[in-house]
């Protein structure tokens, strides 16, 4: 039996009769792979993931700069019901295990329809802060001086006053990617 809606004892009870081999009464959330063209939109649709109750998401990149963001959740559930046609546990537990799966598939919706709202806003946002260059550029330079501030204090270099007015070049490594999403954010 697979259903995507909520689910009645009555229901698992006849497809636990019907079965011959092993049951396991499993939910899994929700699930979304998305390649992004850029780093910063895969940073957006992260955020937006992790706002929306979905802690496990990521993103990860590629040795080919090929970017992957996976939308994802914890709260999964899967426990053994039945053994080669034998059931292994009481109606009681089974009914407690249809409770259990049945919340969790209202959270489920919550989130998703908590990701697609937060998803729309972001991107109008998104939108919008692409039509302000001003305000893009304000952000960057915020960014580049903060960057400038903790490289000097990383590296404890001594230099003079002018070569802390050089621009700095954005690393190319992931991580420091993810530092340029976390200082903008703020």
Known sequence: MVTHETCTKDDVMTALEKATGDVVLKFEPFVLHVLCQELQDAQLLHSVAI????????????????????????HCLEVPLSHKGKLMVSEEYIEFLIHVAN????????????????????????????????????????????????????????????????????????????????????
Do not use: W
């Not at 706002?51 to 914890?74: C, L």
């Not at 109008?124 to 960014?143: D, G, H, L």
């Not at 690393?171 to 530092?179: F, I, K, R």
């Open 51 to 74: 706002n929306s109750g979905f802690r496990n998401s990521g993103i990860t990149v590629g040795r080919g700069g090929k970017i992957m963001m996976a939308v994802r959740s914890t």
């Open 103 to 186: 919340r969790k598939m209202e959270e489920n919706t919550r989130r998703i329809d908590r990701f697609y709202k937060c998803l729309e806003v972001a991107l109008k946002t998104a939108i919008s802060a692409n039509n302000s260059p001003s305000e893009e550029t304000e952000n960057r330079s915020v960014y580049i001086h903060r960057r400038k501030r903790k490289t000097i204090q990383e590296q404890d270099v001594h230099t003079s006053l002018k070569d802390h007015n050089e621009e700095l070049e954005p690393e190319d490594d992931t991580e420091s990617n993810l530092a340029i999403f976390a200082e903008i954010m703020i």
